[in-house]
């Protein structure tokens, strides 16, 4: 609330002048008295500020230390601390980046990570929690779903597009949490001003002292909920509408990012509904409104060459031992070559504009089974500068695993049972049992680290996962003898083929 009095005629002028250039919703009472109901902003006012209170919204948090990081990712994965420290030492460099002169800044480009570990030891379980942590643009790719350019299939620059797709809508949601106090006030003031037929529009509102009592009466009921099942009249968009269109009449050349579907927009129609669905669908009108999409882009754009991050995986399977080498393949060299310019820094094109890649940090990892990493091109190798090996789990990781994360596979079925009404106990030596059934699975067959944890739990649970229904109420312990009795006689050699997923 921000009362203003003025009784000069020439002063409420300016006022009045002032007030309508920046959308202010006032009450102008008949004694020329007038009332602020809200002080709504413009998403360009709020957005609007200096360089350094930009980088102070959108380059990462100062609380997020190195350390924290790693204390983040030390409670849902074990071990790996050496790949846990590399790419909390990478956020932080993004954060001390902004925290320089302009002048310099430009020429600090981040040093790229490659991850070399075999499977199932946590590469991607990291990229998928550091996505979670961080409040940047991020993706993750995997690196055989890419073709070389030319050949049938998605070329490289499609991350750095799906890159930015991810950025506007991080931007998209920044603004709406930014902007929801405001238009959430508007739209109560537009349901206020039809419960109580007052007369007014969003910049102007006159009314008498005593509508002003009828208005804070209702305005105090409908903050209640008080006014949650009244009915009111609000006028709603008719849905937009595609037009069919085909993108093989292009001839070939209709890339999905640049081509822009014809919507067909529909008169506003009225609808009757209770203010409580009124004000879910009026909140969603008005705060499109508010959202100025140019806005939007722009800054979406700039946090995406500046601060995103892109997660390659399975990087070792477009990497060809000297000797399986016959020539150019479309998915292995091909797709490295086109790798070169974007993670070394270049331009890409996408439907919203021109986006640098100077600044964007990569981090690529692979198992590199059948080859190594320096089979990979050499100006490949210099752009991934730093290297991280993740160790192969062992018995104690596996265990490890099993109990310490925070949603660890025996809390989630646990968790998962009690929905039934039945308490799964799993006893210290069943869990020690897990580990070391997965670990000599694990040497005997392909070794795929703690993905084999879900097939051997899977197969000790299954038979009160299925009876759950009828056994609500009851415990079921599960100790070391049932778990050696469901996954015992698989531990023969001829039968471990059994536990290949």
């Not at 949490?177 to 910049?203: D, M």
């Not at 000297?322 to 292995?332: E, F």
């Not at 331009?347 to 190594?372: E, M, P, Q, R, W």
């Amino acid at each position: 609330m921000l009362p203003c009095l003025t009784r000069c005629s020439y002063h409420r002028h300016r006022l009045n002048s002032f007030i309508k250039s920046f959308r202010i919703p006032c009450i102008y009472l008949s004694t020329g008295e007038m009332f602020s109901i809200s002080k709504p902003k413009s998403a360009s006012s709020i957005l609007k500020g200096s360089e350094v209170e930009l980088d102070d919204k959108y380059r990462g948090k100062a609380s997020l230390t190195p350390s924290k990081v790693v204390e983040v990712l030390d409670r849902y994965i074990v071990g790996q601390s050496a790949a846990k420290r590399a790419v909390a030492v990478a956020l932080r460099n993004r954060w001390r980046r902004h925290r320089i002169p302009f002048q310099v800044r430009d020429d600090i480009v981040p040093k790229n990570i490659l991850m070399i570990g075999p499977t199932g030891c946590g590469k991607t379980e990291i990229a998928r929690r550091l996505a979670k942590l961080i409040d940047a643009p991020f993706i993750k790719v995997e690196a055989t779903k890419f073709t070389e350019t030319g050949f049938h299939g998605r070329d490289v620059d499609q991350i750095i597009r799906d890159l930015v797709e991810n950025a506007i809508q991080i931007q998209r949601q920044k603004m709406r949490s930014e902007l929801i106090n405001e238009v959430e006030e508007i739209v109560a003031q537009q349901i206020l001003f039809k419960l109580t037929g007052l007369n007014g529009s969003q910049e102007n509102y006159n009314i008498s002292p005593e509508e002003e009592e009828t208005y804070y009466s209702y305005r105090e009921l409908y903050y209640d909920g008080g006014l949650d099942d009244k009915k009111i009249t609000v006028e709603l968009p008719e849905a937009r509408t595609r037009m069919p269109f085909d993108v093989a009449s292009l001839g070939g050349l209709g890339n999905a990012d640049f081509i822009y579907k014809i919507e067909k927009v529909g008169k506003a129609q009225k609808a009757e509904m209770t203010v409580r669905d009124a004000r879910q669908k009026m909140v969603e009108i008005e705060m499109e409104k508010h959202l100025t999409n140019d806005q939007i882009t722009r800054e979406a754009l700039e946090l995406a060459q500046s601060d995103g991050i892109v997660f390659i995986d399975e990087i070792d399977k477009i990497v060809s031992a000297p000797d399986m080498r016959h020539g150019a393949d479309a998915s292995t060299e091909g797709v490295q070559r086109d790798l070169l310019p974007i993670i070394e820094g270049s331009a890409v094109t996408t439907k919203y504009g021109n986006i640098s890649t100077d600044h964007i940090l990569f981090i690529c990892s692979g198992a590199f089974h059948s080859c190594k990493p320096c089979d990979m091109l050499a100006e490949l190798q210099g752009r991934l500068p730093i290297r991280v090996e993740l160790k192969g789990l062992t018995k104690e990781d596996l265990y490890r695993i099993l109990t310490e994360p925070e949603t660890n596979l025996i809390k989630q079925q646990v968790l998962l049972m009690k929905t039934e009404g039945v308490d799964l106990v799993f006893t210290n030596d069943s869990i020690k049992e897990l580990a070391s059934v997965a670990d000599e699975v694990n040497r005997y067959v392909d070794n795929i680290g703690a993905r084999r944890l879900h097939t051997i739990i899977e197969k000790v649970v299954e038979e009160i996962s299925f009876n759950a229904p009828e056994k609500a109420g009851s415990t079921y312990i599960v100790d070391k003898e049932k778990v050696q009795s469901a996954v015992g006689h698989f531990l023969t050699k001829s039968d471990l083929s059994k536990f290949v997923l």
